[in-house]
């Protein structure tokens, strides 16, 4: 490996490469990492930094170069306890340390740690709680149990795990700012449409703080206090920022704070929000609309006025667009355009309200000063049938139909709750005598088939409308990783601080993944899930083999991981390699965790 310099003088990138012989025999040279501007890099000194990173690639090299044939004393001896047998190391986070350099945060957090006394430390665990959220995810204790099992991380003490959680609360906003210029400048990212949605998280305890309390949990877990979260991500499925709120803040209300943010973060002057129906309020659409930006989120037919019912479900007003199936002649497709307006009403600001009393006075008007607006939103309601989704929608209630019908039967009504299927209850005042409402399951299907959502643009045509919005399944997946496959629920801290921290960790693991499945997309590779990714970390190991000091690691990785490396263009393992040798390919040194776990024996 050597250190190579490209483009013109005084703008030239600093490059790794290293020369290898093709298939063929021929002798080719490669790009291994692009490190960036000298100008930036060197500072004040480029020629001091370019010295010192060519020693480093110097020694790096010769260590490569260590010979190819090892040598081990293994031992017969007979195996009583767990610790007589051979040990493992996961080594899979190789590739988290490849992107932990790649998007800079090392950089990053060693100048938002450098005041602290511990500073190394505090960097050593972040580092370590990072690799833990993206491979097995587990409280902190857990955590720091687990340490001496991840090849080149340090015995971290637990109350530093516990301050890197207060760290991270301390430079959220700044990681946040951090990310998004990387992501500016290494996708595709655009601001001109985000997505937004909010989700809650519980917390297996009654005890309410200042951001936990009581609320309505989406999970069902109404026993326990929740805190709320609203995340943004871009049309890439990266997230953009999050916003944590009190447990029992509505959906609704968490919208405004997230759009001043967006703009006093980024200075955007118009963005486009995409949303699902839980945002759909006339005050948030008046809201956005009021401060230059503009909306793209589902609309409900079901709760619509009966004249736009019927604009909607009968020829009133026809469609504009209609695709009939060739065999059958049956409409498969059709959509439509409707106007309509929003109004919400508004609270008048103090200065507002003086601006009215002074022109009442003026006018000699009696009677008390108004204090709210009507404001108003000229929208356009994009309305579309499709007979496949008519037969899903149909099916979708068929099978609730036939759950309620059982729990009906097994007298378990009593015990439910009116959501999901149970809209189609009927029972007494007593909740006896409980059946199945058939007017209103004739009442929703006459909207099977049908889908609308409601914009202020009017620059878009209903195709390029449904195209923006469905990037919206990108953010419910999001939530579903960071639930499901980061596991940031149920939350184990309990101070503020704390909270924060562990919820701008799990951004930072989700940016992470999102960032690898956007760079697999862009080679054209396969798209990994979220759940792959982690097993291909925390499933890719090195066993420990040989005795005394001369230890060797014997390579045991996935598919998967040689599938992120290779694109990541990480130096391949071998299968058994020394301590020193896997440093020089990964730059994690396994040597104090060889000491930790077989010592000398």
């Not at 050597?2 to 490059?15: C, D």
């Not at 480029?46 to 090892?70: D, G, I, N, V």
């Not at 991981?561 to 440093?583: D, E, G, H, T």
Request: charged share 30%; with cysteine.
């Amino acid at each position: 490996m050597y250190v190579a310099l490209s483009g013109p003088k005084g703008h030239e990138s600093v490059t790794i490469r290293e020369d290898y012989t093709n298939v063929d025999g021929k002798k080719k040279t490669r790009i291994l990492e692009t490190l960036g501007p000298l100008r930036k890099l060197g500072g004040d000194n480029p020629e001091a930094y370019l010295k010192a990173l060519k020693e480093e690639m110097k020694e790096k090299t010769k260590l490569l170069k260590e010979e190819k044939m090892l040598s081990v004393t293994l031992s017969t001896k007979e195996v009583k306890k767990a610790e007589d047998g051979y040990h493992k190391l996961i080594i899979g986070h190789a590739i988290i340390f490849k992107l932990w350099k790649m998007m800079k945060l090392d950089s990053f957090f060693c100048k938002a740690f450098e005041e602290r006394k511990n500073a190394n430390r505090l960097l050593d665990g972040l580092f370590y709680l990072l690799i833990r959220r993206l491979s097995a995810p587990s409280s902190i204790r857990a955590s720091h149990i687990a340490c001496a099992g991840y090849a080149g991380i340090p015995d971290v003490p637990i109350d530093i795990l516990y301050s890197v959680l207060e760290r991270l609360d301390q430079c959220k906003d700044e990681l946040i700012m951090h990310l998004d210029k990387f992501f500016r400048q290494s996708t595709s990212r655009l601001l001109d449409h985000v997505c937004y949605d909010v989700t809650n998280y519980y917390f297996e305890s009654t005890k309410e703080g200042t951001l936990l309390t009581f609320g309505y949990s989406k999970e069902h877990r109404n026993n326990e206090v929740i805190i709320v979260m609203g995340l943004l991500i871009d049309s890439n499925g990266i997230p953009i920022s999050f916003q944590l709120f009190r447990g029992d803040t509505m959906d609704q209300n968490t919208l405004s704070d997230v759009v001043v943010d967006l703009k006093e973060r980024y200075g955007i002057e118009e963005i486009t929000v995409v949303a699902d129906r839980g945002m759909n309020s006339n005050k948030n659409l008046t809201m956005l609309s009021d401060k230059g930006h503009h909306f793209v989120i589902s609309y409900t037919l079901k709760k619509s006025k009966d004249e736009f019912k019927k604009l909607c479900l009968d020829d009133e007003q026809p469609w504009e667009v209609e695709q009939y199936d060739k065999e059958t002649g049956e409409l498969s497709y059709a959509s439509k355009v409707l106007d309509t307006n929003c109004e919400a009403k508004i609270l008048l600001s103090d200065e507002e309200i003086e601006n009215i009393k002074s022109q009442r006075k003026a006018e000699k008007k009696k009677g008390a000063c108004p204090k709210y607006r009507i404001a108003k939103v000229p929208a356009k309601v994009h309305v579309t049938y499709s007979l496949k989704r008519k037969h899903k929608d149909a099916n979708d209630r068929q099978r609730a139909l036939d759950k309620l019908q059982k729990r009906i039967d097994a007298g378990q009504v009593k015990a439910s709750l009116r959501y999901g299927c149970n809209q189609y209850l009927k029972f007494d005042v007593d909740c006896k005598n409980a059946s199945i409402d058939k007017t209103k399951v004739l009442e929703a299907a006459k909207y099977d088939g049908y889908y609308a959502v409601i914009t202020d643009r009017s620059d878009l045509s209903t195709e390029e409308v449904m195209k923006i919005y469905r990037e919206q399944w990108k953010i419910e997946e999001s939530f579903r990783i960071l639930k499901t496959d980061l596991e940031a629920r149920p939350v184990f801290v309990w101070t503020d601080s704390r909270i924060r921290g562990h919820f701008t960790l799990c951004y930072l693991a989700l940016s992470v993944i999102r960032y690898i499945q956007y760079f697999m997309f862009s080679k054209g590779e396969e798209v990994l899930s979220a759940s792959r990714i982690m097993e291909a970390i925390n499933n890719s190991e090195a066993i420990i083999i040989g005795e005394e000091d001369k230890h060797v690691l014997g390579s045991c990785v996935t598919d998967d991981y040689l599938k992120i490396a290779s694109m990541l263009m990480m130096p391949p393992l071998q299968k058994n390699m020394s301590p020193v040798r896997f440093k020089a390919l990964t730059g994690l040194d396994p040597r104090p965790n060889l000491k930790k776990l077989v010592g000398k024996n």
